[in-house]
């Protein structure tokens, strides 16, 4: 058994009180620790603001914290868990976590969903569209990451996002690519989101409630590589205080996300 932890980044309010040095000097501890404890991975979410109440706090952008902590570590696989398709440009994605995958030695791994958290998306401009399309831009996404992710040129011209005969290099250490993994709230949803690209995907999907212990989901390939057993938990913030002998109640609370090939 494989296990990850997601670490410490702000969005769940522990770095109310802390400045932005002392917040990001303790997620390095955390992953540094981690990695010495034997974690296979280390994952981080996708926010700007705390849940509601809202109230200043700092919350690290998930690209350039991963990218640090791979300066920062030289083992644990690095991922989101997971990352929303609609703020940032889907090629723009591609090229970010491949790079990411170069500079860290081939330990990316790229988590993606459809997004749901209303306040961030308004405050920053984003707007709030339905279910639906979040999800339909989700699903545009995944084509024009699978196809940037693929041997030669891509083209993919989508109602919300497309590209048109782009180059892009280098497309990860990965082989035969980086692992995608797919998060939603079921599995019929997340298995739409994550159907087969151009006849050859073998999708991956993740779907765990926010704060839950149970096992939710299937972590699957999309693109047919070897896919990895194990379980992803919440427990950063756990080994932050345990280090001081503090009890770490509120980190206690897992989202965990079992692995295995489907028939």
Same mark, same amino acid.
């Given at each position: 058994?494989?296990?990850?932890?997601?670490?410490?980044?702000?969005?769940?309010?522990?770095?109310?009180?802390?400045?932005? =040095?002392?917040?990001?000097?303790?997620?390095? !501890?955390?992953?540094?620790?981690?990695?010495?404890?034997?974690?296979?991975?280390?994952?981080?979410?996708?926010?700007?603001?705390?849940?509601? *109440?809202?109230?200043?706090?700092?919350?690290?952008?998930?690209?350039?914290?991963?990218?640090?902590?791979?300066?920062?570590?030289? =083992?644990?696989?690095?991922?989101?868990?997971?990352?929303?398709?609609?703020?940032?440009?889907?090629?723009?994605?591609?090229?970010?976590?491949?790079?990411?995958?170069?500079?860290?030695?081939?330990?990316?791994?790229?988590?993606? &969903?459809?997004?749901?958290?209303? !306040?961030?998306?308004?405050?920053?401009?984003?707007?709030?569209?339905?279910?639906?399309?979040?999800?339909?831009?989700?699903? !545009?996404?995944?084509?024009?990451?699978?196809?940037?992710?693929? *041997?030669?040129?891509?083209?993919? !011209?989508? =109602?919300?996002?497309?590209?048109?005969?782009?180059?892009?290099?280098?497309?990860?250490?990965?082989? *035969?690519?980086? *692992?995608?993994?797919?998060? &939603?709230?079921?599995?019929?949803?997340?298995?739409?989101?994550?159907?087969?690209?151009? &006849?050859?995907?073998?999708?991956?999907?993740?779907?765990?409630?926010? &704060?839950?212990?149970?096992?939710?989901?299937?972590? =699957?390939?999309?693109?047919?590589?070897?896919?990895?057993?194990?379980?992803?938990?919440?427990?950063?913030?756990?080994?932050?205080?345990?280090?001081?002998?503090?009890?770490?109640?509120?980190?206690?609370?897992?989202?965990?996300?079992?692995?295995?090939?489907?028939?």
């Amino acid at each position: 058994m494989k296990l990850g932890i997601t670490l410490p980044q702000g969005c769940d309010r522990e770095y109310l009180g802390l400045d932005a =040095r002392r917040a990001w000097d303790r997620t390095v !501890d955390v992953a540094r620790t981690a990695e010495a404890l034997g974690f296979e991975s280390v994952w981080v979410y996708d926010h700007f603001q705390v849940d509601p *109440p809202l109230i200043e706090a700092p919350i690290f952008e998930p690209f350039v914290e991963l990218s640090a902590l791979a300066m920062a570590t030289s =083992r644990v696989r690095l991922g989101h868990l997971v990352m929303a398709a609609a703020y940032r440009n889907a090629a723009l994605t591609a090229k970010m976590i491949s790079t990411l995958d170069v500079v860290s030695g081939g330990r990316a791994e790229l988590g993606i &969903g459809a997004g749901w958290k209303e !306040d961030e998306w308004l405050a920053y401009g984003y707007g709030f569209p339905d279910t639906a399309e979040r999800l339909a831009i989700l699903a !545009d996404h995944l084509e024009i990451i699978s196809r940037m992710l693929a *041997p030669g040129r891509a083209t993919w !011209d989508g =109602r919300h996002a497309s590209v048109h005969d782009a180059i892009h290099e280098p497309k990860g250490l990965q082989d *035969p690519r980086l *692992p995608i993994l797919i998060g &939603g709230n079921g599995p019929k949803v997340t298995w739409r989101s994550g159907r087969p690209v151009r &006849g050859r995907a073998e999708p991956r999907r993740a779907h765990a409630r926010r &704060g839950s212990a149970r096992a939710t989901g299937d972590r =699957r390939t999309l693109h047919g590589d070897r896919p990895r057993t194990g379980v992803a938990a919440r427990v950063g913030p756990c080994l932050g205080s345990a280090r001081r002998g503090g009890s770490g109640s509120r980190a206690a609370r897992a989202s965990c996300a079992i692995t295995r090939r489907l028939a």
